[in-house]
């Protein structure tokens, strides 16, 4: 069964760092997401990504974030200058078309900054 | 604005007994409904969902949840856990309509079973 992809797994990065979060969605899906989950905390919505354009936002996801589909198989997340209270694990999610159809979410990665 | 509530943060269990988490959602419209389970160190995997019709919608590995309108709740259950069911599991929402399927996550139960 495909599968989304997220690289790499654990990521270190200094405060004020730039960093990019780098996603492979199923190859046939056309929504794509980065969630993101603080420890001990929920899951949380950051950012929905359709015909290559932002299609929803949230609070969390102000001009500290970008997404990007480069190519026709990638799809990133960066975040400028990294904060502390940036650590947490994203993740990345695609699903096809269709209100019915599931999101599929990726392994995450997890992100320390020091 | 949407918002989902599970009940229990943290659930202790013997290997064979029955479980039940509770969800709960806030949303007037019709909704989609998930549970999704998060397994040690893995991604997160969707469990069952509900979109229309029967109530009752019956999952991967033996899990169900019944969708009871007139409360708002969409409660996981399972007859006999195992200790392979050690996760956290994640009710989430999605309002009808949002061709996005942007999903609105519970806080999770964390279910820790016993061998």
């Known amino acids: 069964e495909p599968e989304v992809t997220q690289t790499p797994s654990h990521q270190v990065t200094q405060m004020g760092q730039e960093v990019i979060l780098r996603c492979v969605p199923i190859?046939?899906?056309?929504?794509f997401y980065w969630y993101r989950q603080i420890l001990g905390q929920k899951v949380e919505f950051l950012v929905s990504?359709?015909?290559?354009?932002?299609?929803?936002k949230s609070e969390i996801f102000d001009d500290q974030f970008s997404v990007e589909r480069p190519d026709g198989s990638n799809f990133t997340l960066k975040i400028r200058s990294t904060k502390l209270e940036d650590s947490a694990m994203y993740f990345c999610a695609s699903k096809r078309a269709g209100g019915n159809s599931p999101l599929h979410f990726g392994n995450g990665t997890r992100l320390t900054v020091t | 604005a949407q918002s989902v509530s599970q009940h229990n943060h943290h659930v202790i269990l013997s290997e064979a007994a029955s479980l039940e988490l509770g969800c709960n959602y806030s949303?007037?419209?019709?909704?989609?409904l998930f549970w999704y389970v998060q397994y040690p160190g893995q991604h997160l995997q969707l469990l069952l969902k509900y979109f229309s019709g029967d109530p009752l919608v019956k999952g991967i590995k033996g899990f169900e949840a019944e969708f009871i309108k007139s409360k708002f709740s969409f409660n996981l259950r399972k007859p006999s856990v195992q200790w392979s069911d050690t996760a956290e599991y994640f009710c989430a929402v999605n309002a009808l309509g949002n061709q996005g399927g942007k999903l609105i996550f519970g806080q999770g139960t964390e279910l820790s079973v016993k061998p």
């Open positions: 190859s046939n899906h056309l929504y």
């Open positions: 949303y007037g419209g019709t909704v989609n």
């Open positions: 990504f359709y015909n290559n354009e932002i299609s929803e």
